[in-house]
């Protein structure tokens, strides 16, 4: 079982670079989750998505964007990378019940 | 939002119990009570989930206060494979509860 998979896994990017970060989930799960892990933090939510073509804003949604096209992808967007998005990246996803899953992370460097 | 409250750490002894406290005195009469924990470099992983009933599962046991205003996460016999850190989060129903605060969790130290 893949469950949810992020890619990539690690990735450095120079200020004022763009990049997406995908994430591919295989359980036909309705709800996907975009968080950020600073050190030393717990998890912050960034978007998140109730179904294919939707999407919401979380708690730090700002210099981000998502799109949810098809219900099995959730992509996160970084337009224009600033250090501040330097963080741990993790996607969750979650049926209609309680239980989110996780991805294993990705680790972005903004320099 | 509703916020909850942990130890940053906690120690314990491997094989022995484990009772990881949680405070969430603003918690309404439709918030969960969910504990994930994050092994080191791993996404967090689900542990368990209750609303007003003591709960167990395979994992752990989740003890609620009557009043709902504290709960406590306990691993019966902790091994160093439990060495985490344990997120203690209120969500709504999942109809309408889209959002986890994570808090910045218990770290647990099991010692061999």
């Known amino acids: 079982n893949a469950g949810v998979t992020q890619t990539p896994k690690f990735r450095v990017l120079k200020t004022g670079q763009s990049m997406t970060l995908l994430c591919a989930q295989d359980?036909?799960?309705?709800?996907m989750y975009w968080y950020r892990q600073d050190p030393g933090m717990g998890l912050r939510l960034i978007h998140y998505?109730?179904?294919?073509?939707?999407?919401a804003k979380g708690e730090v949604p700002d210099g981000y964007n998502v799109s949810r096209l098809k219900k099995q992808n959730f992509l996160l967007g970084l337009e224009s990378a600033a250090p501040s998005q330097t963080s741990v990246y993790f996607c969750?996803?979650?049926?209609?019940?309680?239980?989110?899953?996780f991805g294993a992370g990705t680790r972005l460097s903004v320099l | 939002d509703a916020k909850t409250t942990q130890p940053n750490s906690m120690e314990s002894n491997e094989e022995e119990p484990v009772h990881l406290p949680c405070n969430h005195s603003?918690?309404?009469?439709?918030?969960?009570i969910h504990w994930y924990r994050q092994l080191p470099s791993q996404g967090p992983e689900y542990v368990i989930h209750?609303?007003?009933s003591n709960v167990n599962n395979r994992m752990a046991s989740l003890a609620i206060a009557e009043d709902r205003k504290s709960s406590t996460l306990i691993l019966h016999r902790a091994t160093l494979r439990d060495a985490a850190v344990y997120y203690c989060?209120?969500?709504?129903?999942?109809?309408?509860?889209?959002?986890?605060?994570f808090g910045t969790g218990t770290s647990l130290t099991v010692i061999p």
């Open positions: 969750a996803s979650r049926d209609r019940g309680y239980i989110q899953y």
């Open positions: 359980m036909n799960h309705e709800y």
């Open positions: 998505s109730v179904g294919e073509g939707t999407t």
């Open positions: 603003t918690i309404s009469g439709t918030d969960y």
């Open positions: 209750g609303l007003t």
């Open positions: 989060i209120l969500m709504g129903h999942p109809n309408t509860g889209n959002q986890f605060y």
